[in-house]
């Protein structure tokens, strides 16, 4: 049974270029949210996708969008990349099932470097 | 909104030994969820274990068990027999119940290290 997966594992761009993220989740899981962690730090909430709609958003600007596919896979995309987006971008799955739509599974992230 | 604190960024334990790390939390919700994850240094998140708040009894994973108190707001993992394998960046984080808030809201870690 895979895990989540995401791709590319690393990746470098300069500012003003635009990034897109890839996110395969679990088997069985429908839910797919994206975080950002910055070096030394905890993850941040970006958003939730949910049955191909943005369901939940953090506090981030609106070049941070999204996409989730029918088969529940999902993209983040960054456009006019400045030098703080730089980061490990960590997507996540879980089930819609009540009782364990909580428990969420982390993708081993994507690391951008913005020069 | 709600707020984890890691009051400790770096504890180290002798192989062998039980060491406890640290959360509080803000919030006026009063179901939710706590968890700690534990992010070594291949960088996968990895869940250690969770708490439902509404449950009274502290949960328990092998050698991992937390330390919940509702009341003090605090959410303490207790790692016994600590093996090198657990070296890692530790992370609690809360999660409010119901509705379609599922999002998780995480401390800044407590970075561990196992010692042989």
């Known amino acids: 049974d895979a895990g989540v997966t995401q791709s590319p ?9 635009q990034v897109t993220l890839r996110c395969s ?8 949210s994206w975080y950002q962690q910055a070096l030394g730090q905890g993850p941040q909430f970006i958003f939730q996708y949910y049955e ?4 939940q958003r953090g506090n981030f600007p609106d ?13 983040l995309n960054v456009n006019a990349l400045l030098l703080g987006d730089s980061a490990l971008y960590l997507c996540a799955s879980s089930p819609s099932d009540r009782g364990y739509q909580e428990t969420q599974y982390f993708g081993p992230g994507t690391r951008l470097l913005v020069l | 909104a709600q707020t984890v604190t890691q009051s400790q960024p ?15 939390y803000d919030t006026s919700e009063n179901n939710y969820y706590l968890f700690w994850y534990k992010q070594p240094p291949s960088r996968q998140m990895i869940l250690v274990i969770r708490q439902e708040a509404y449950k009274q009894q502290n949960a328990t994973e092998n050698r991992f068990s937390v330390n919940f108190q509702k009341a003090a ?13 657990d070296t890692a960046m530790y992370f609690c984080a809360f999660m409010k119940y119901g509705g379609s808030n599922y999002k998780l809201t995480f401390g800044k870690g407590t970075l561990l290290t196992v010692n042989p």
């Open chain 2, 73 to 85: 707001k605090s959410f303490s993992l207790k790692i016994s027999d600590s093996q090198l394998g």
């Open chain 1, 52 to 55: 191909e709609e943005e369901r």
């Open chain 2, 10 to 24: 770096e504890m180290s334990v002798q192989e062998a030994e039980t060491v406890t790390l640290s959360c509080t």
């Open chain 1, 9 to 17: 594992t690393h990746l470098i761009k300069t500012r003003g270029q």
């Open chain 1, 25 to 32: 989740p679990k088997s069985g899981h429908d839910t797919v």
């Open chain 1, 63 to 75: 070049r941070f969008s999204g996409h989730q596919f029918p088969n529940y896979s999902s993209e």
